[in-house]
């Protein structure tokens, strides 16, 4: 088992910033890649950041490239999510997941369905 807190959403302004953690515990050794998605109300689950854990290297959509920072500190075995110029489309309940390495990762990272284990969401609001 895997767990995964998320902490740091809130209300923001437009054009201003936050800070998503998630924190992991549990059976973590075997992690691939962790992800930020994010849910808007009656929307899909979108793909939102992911990094490969033991590489670093990152993935973004586009709606949020040179906007959001996607980092992880492994000592702590937590992935952040800097989030800067934030606007309204930005709201969304936000979630972090995590993968195990099981297929073409590099062609499937956007897919909610890559991912085995998820947090319980965070909620970000932006106001115009």
């Known amino acids: 088992q895997v767990q995964l807190v998320e902490s740091g959403g809130g209300l923001v302004q437009t054009g201003g910033s936050l800070r998503l953690s998630c924190a992991a515990s549990g059976r973590t050794s075997s992690t691939y890649a962790r992800a930020w998605f994010r849910q808007a109300p009656g929307k899909e689950r979108d793909f939102v950041a992911a990094i490969i854990w033991s590489a670093g290297s990152t993935y973004y959509a586009d709606s949020v490239k040179g906007r959001f920072t996607i980092s992880r500190d492994s000592a702590k075995n937590t992935v952040y999510l800097q989030m800067n110029n934030l606007k309204p489309e930005d709201t969304a309940v936000y979630y972090c997941?995590?993968?195990?390495?099981?297929?073409?990762?590099?062609?499937?990272?956007?897919?909610?369905?890559?991912?085995?284990?998820w947090g319980q969401g965070t909620q970000v609001t932006v106001s115009s």
């Open positions: 997941a995590r993968t195990l390495l099981t297929g073409d990762y590099t062609n499937n990272y956007y897919r909610p369905g890559e991912y085995d284990y």
